[in-house]
């Protein structure tokens, strides 16, 4: 079964890091960028960052630009999202989720688009003193 | 990097169709066809509908289609159905490999 399960959630003070991870199975993780997305409470869905199949490129939303960072072990089928210098305003859920792809018949290759098929259940970020 | 603006609220009766819109801008919505829309029900995770403005993956209804139109995206669900009640996203590239979703709209089945 394709499944992403995240962990690491938890409350912490405003200034503190946190340390999310994202186990992904079913699947050849490498082959796939991966992405985490954010939704505050009883608000909206947030995009927060991406990375690259091989971790070669990051992007970030510019609210955590410098605080948060990306990255992935593909030995170990997991994606993480290192976050410092923690605000209230980053309070959330925070998913994983991986980028859909599908075999193109024409061209014969795989190709990669901007939306998301697989999530992770989330795991709570609770920014409180 | 503003959230694309959705109707808080659309609602139909069951066999109805709705429509949602997602309003953005020519660096986002306007500029690609890379829009996907996404389905959250309570305390789920949410599930992909449509991406590439209007295509759908395996496994996804037909009575659910997009579309697009200048610097406003659509989502239509045609025969609307009880279990089609639930918040919807809108999404779209918004260049540099960043993306933005929409304020999402909660839809209720009357």
């Known amino acids: 079964e394709v499944q992403l399960v995240e962990s690491g959630g938890g409350l912490v003070q405003p200034g503190g890091s946190l340390r999310l991870s994202c186990a992904a199975s079913?699947?050849?993780?490498?082959?796939?960028?991966m992405t985490w997305v954010r939704q505050a409470p009883g608000k909206g869905l947030e995009w927060v960052a991406n990375?690259?199949?091989?971790?070669?490129?990051?992007y970030y939303v510019d609210s955590v630009k410098g605080r948060f960072t990306i990255s992935r072990d593909n030995a170990k089928n997991s994606l993480y999202l290192h976050m410092n210098s923690l605000r209230a305003e980053d309070t959330a859920v925070y998913y994983c989720a991986r980028k859909y792809r599908y075999y193109d018949l024409l061209t014969g290759y795989y190709r990669s688009v901007d939306a998301f098929d697989i999530w992770g259940q989330g795991t709570m970020v609770t920014v409180s003193s | 990097q503003s959230a694309l603006t959705q109707p808080a609220s659309v609602s139909g009766s069951p066999g109805q169709s709705i429509t949602i819109s997602c309003t953005g801008t020519s660096s986002d919505v306007g500029g690609y066809n890379y829009v996907s829309w996404y389905q959250q029900h309570p305390g789920k995770a949410p599930k992909l509908m449509i991406y590439d403005v209007s295509k759908r993956p395996s496994g996804v209804s037909n009575r659910f289609s997009g579309s697009k139109s200048g610097n406003t995206a659509s989502l239509t669900i045609s025969g609307l159905q009880a279990e089609d009640e639930a918040d919807y996203y809108c999404c779209s590239y918004a260049g540099s490999s960043t993306l933005v979703f929409g304020t999402g709209t909660k839809v209720t089945v009357l």
């Open positions: 990375i690259k199949q091989d971790g070669s490129e990051k």
């Open positions: 079913g699947f050849t993780f490498s082959s796939y960028c």
